[in-house]
T-cell receptor, first 116, second 112 residues
């Protein structure tokens, strides 16, 4: 079946502009995660959605970052007034149910964001 | 704070050798650990996981060892192949149980 898809694959934007990154999780997966990966670094947790529960936003680095998940499926990560330090690969992952195999997360290919 | 680290940023091996990638974690309350493989330009791919009530788990050509006494995790790859060349990350669950905490990664290079 189809895996996690993300769009766009690459995004170049000017400092100060807003960007939206999209994630389509695997159908039927109730949990969705956003991570950020800076060059040569590990993944940094940003936000977690599980069903209709309130999202865990504890990883968002500033109030310029927000995310939503509509209809329990597609998610959009929005970065307002982008800064150069926001340049990174933004990865989305989904999992079937955090209660069963809680952390077998399936990752998308990522969106590479470059802020100039 | 919560963190997961790795001992070596790079590891070079010959094809056919066994590889061992090490990881140290800091949160003794973590109960779930995973190894991911990330090839260039792709998202991380699940390799193998282990719960804290185990000390060893085997998969196909891979074995994960967990030593809770010293908070150490390792991934062993048998008969390493060129296709195993990638960055390997260990990860542990965060305290809230809502996400994973990743280490910085070890780049495995396999030469033929």
């Amino acid at each position: 079946g189809a895996g996690v898809s993300q769009s766009p694959s690459n995004k170049v934007t000017e400092k100060g502009k807003d960007v939206e990154l999209r994630c389509d999780p695997i159908s039927g997966h109730t949990a969705l995660y956003w991570y950020r990966q800076s060059l040569g670094q590990g993944l940094e947790f940003l936000i977690y959605f599980q069903g209709n529960s309130a999202p865990d936003k504890s990883g968002l680095p500033s109030d310029r970052f927000s995310a939503e998940r509509t209809g329990g499926s597609v998610s959009t990560l929005t970065i307002q007034r982008t800064q150069q330090e926001d340049s990174a690969v933004y990865l989305c992952a989904s999992s079937l149910s955090p209660g069963l195999s809680p952390y077998e997360q399936y990752f998308g290919p990522g969106t590479r964001l470059t802020v100039t | 704070g919560e963190s997961v680290g790795l001992h070596l940023p790079t590891l070079s091996v010959q094809e056919g050798d066994n590889s061992i990638i090490n990881c140290a974690y800091s949160n003794s309350a973590s109960d779930y650990f995973i190894w991911y493989k990330q090839e260039s330009g792709k998202g991380p791919q699940f390799i193998i996981d282990i719960r804290s009530n185990m000390d060893k788990r085997q998969g196909q050509r891979v074995t994960v060892l967990l030593n809770k006494t010293v908070k150490h995790l390792s991934l062993q790859i048998a008969a390493t192949q060129p296709g195993d060349s990638a960055v390997y990350f260990c990860a542990e669950n965060n305290q809230a149980g809502t996400a994973l905490i990743f280490g910085k990664g070890t780049t495995l290079s396999v030469s033929s």
